[in-house]
């Protein structure tokens, strides 16, 4: 992929570099009302390509750190819902070991056949 990126800046530069050699006549520039550069036009043209490589960097940046914010507080999110789930299942263990203590030990059939005659009377 490196090298990829390489061939192409390397031939955005060489088109680069032949429209500097055929277009160095001056032209104005407008910046604010009175105020007026004169440059040629492949400086000019340097100078807005800086200016877009500068911006998209700044906007990649941005971006980078947007989805850093989201993913950390999807992970926070993730956290938190782990360790409700985590208390949970202790809760639930304490249950089913209470349950366990209650019940009879399971060879012990005449403790169930009493209770079931007591409910029956």
Known sequence: MRQVNFVIIFIFCLAFALFAIQNTEPSTIHVIPGVQV?????????????????????????????????????????????????????????????????????GDTSNSNKQAQAIAE
């Open 38 to 106: 004169q440059a040629p036009i492949s400086v000019e043209l340097l100078l807005a390509i800086g200016l877009g490589a500068v911006f998209a960097w700044l906007f990649g940046i941005w971006t980078h750190w947007q989805r850093l914010l989201l993913s950390s507080q999807k992970v926070r999110q993730s956290n938190g819902r782990i360790q409700e789930l985590e208390s949970r299942i202790e809760q639930y263990q304490v249950e089913i070991q209470s349950l366990k203590l209650a019940l009879p030990p399971a």
